[in-house]
């Protein structure tokens, strides 16, 4: 079974529980992701193939003629251009797995929510693709915008059209799930990160006052491009003066500027499926993995979506009571220390969030949807 993955940690994290599980039911397993993500799998403890060595960075800053794109901000406009530079990120991803599907020859492959290379791989080897998604994003703008971005080169490789899965497969809990969303087999969220050392006692400890978790993700960098580090800096400033026990979830690189100015608050990489339960509130960018990994804690949560895309997925949390959400704009320190404090003070939110959790652990685990997988290999 081929898992396909793309440029960052969290879909690697999103894959690495139904790849685990068919493993474990002792199949032969790979996952295969952009080349700076292959430590990333292989601390999942996984098999891992580079679909190209190129970063998530250049397919959304460049476009096919290696020129500088722009990139939007309105939600249709930013949906359509994050489907056009995964479909580019597909091109590039498709002659490595080709070869690696001529001389391994997999029975059946799991793509991501935005994996295009995996549907066109399995096309073209007449295997059966599964769609996983990542988190519970809605992505049906950003389906259209791939398939405009690869209508010219469909043909060429023997395609009238973008292939649809032959099973889907959704995280996505069924209160947060869209109406209109396509049927799926549902299957719960598992928390999957990287654990870099042994646990210290803290991470699974609660302490005496509030634990806040601020943190923008697991691709934050410091760097010009990426407006999540001045997110994060803001965010943790402002809250490191209140009397709460700070902790910050952010990569090493980014930690280590953070540290010196946060000298009362816990600053790293950290495991969330283990100090998110811990936690009586998360304070984050509204990404995917990072919102479930809250609501499978039963953690309120106040979400600033980063990204058009980002922000209706943000507002269903919201509208589920579990959460606050502030958009663009709205995010200002006032606003911000006012809805901490009603998420932290107001007993509906952490009771209303403790439903969905059990919502979610009611969702059959990964190791119940192999069999699936199995069947369709041999059909």
């Known amino acids: 079974m081929l898992f396909v993955a793309a440029g960052s940690p969290a879909t690697v994290f ?28 292989a601390s999942m403890g996984l098999p891992a193939t580079a679909t190209t060595d190129l970063p998530i960075k250049e397919f959304i800053t460049k476009g096919r003629d290696g020129k500088p794109v722009a990139i939007p901000s309105g939600p249709d406009e930013e949906a359509h251009f994050t489907g056009s530079w ?10 490595p797995l080709e070869e690696l599907a001529e001389r391994w020859g997999p029975d059946v492959i799991v793509g991501g929510t935005l994996s295009y290379v995996a549907p066109l791989l399995a096309a073209r080897l007449g295997i059966p693709h599964v769609r996983q998604t990542w988190d519970a994003i809605d992505a049906d703008d950003i389906h259209d915008g791939a398939r405009t971005e690869l209508a010219p080169d469909l043909p060429t490789l023997g395609l009238d ?39 210290e006692s803290w991470m699974y400890t609660r302490g005496e006052r509030p634990r806040i978790c601020v943190t923008s993700g697991s691709r934050v960098a410091k760097n ?30 980014v930690a280590e500027t953070l540290r010196p100015e946060l000298p009362g608050a816990r600053v790293g990489w950290m495991p969330l499926d283990v100090v998110a339960p811990t936690c009586d509130l998360m304070v984050h960018h509204g990404g995917g993995v990072t919102t479930l990994s809250g609501l499978a ?6 979400l600033i979506p980063k990204g058009a895309v980002l922000r209706t997925p943000a507002l269903r949390v919201a509208d589920q009571g579990a959460g606050i959400t502030l958009l663009p704009g709205e995010d200002t320190p006032d606003a911000v220390a006012t809805a901490c404090r009603e998420l932290l003070e107001k007993p509906g939110f952490r009771q209303r969030a403790g439903e969905l959790a059990a919502e979610i652990t009611r969702m059959p685990v990964p190791a119940q949807l192999v069999p699936v997988l199995e069947q369709l290999a041999r059909n």
Do not use: K
């Open 297 to 302: 804690a039963g953690v309120p949560q106040l």
């Open 224 to 253: 010009s491009y990426d407006e999540n580090f001045a997110f994060l800096r803001t965010l943790a400033r402002d809250l490191a003066a209140w009397d709460a026990e700070l902790v910050v979830a952010a990569p090493e690189a």
């Open 86 to 95: 995964f479909a580019r990120m597909a091109l590039a991803g498709l002659p």
């Open 161 to 199: 059209r973008m292939p649809e899965p032959d099973l889907l497969i959704d995280i996505c809990p069924p209160s947060l799930r869209p109406a209109q969303a396509a049927p799926a087999l549902p299957m719960r969220h598992i928390s999957a990160v990287r654990h870099d050392g042994p646990l």
């Open 14 to 41: 999103a894959l690495a529980p139904l790849a685990t599980a068919a493993r474990n039911a002792g199949h032969q397993v790979v996952i295969a992701a952009n080349g700076d993500m292959m430590p990333v799998v």
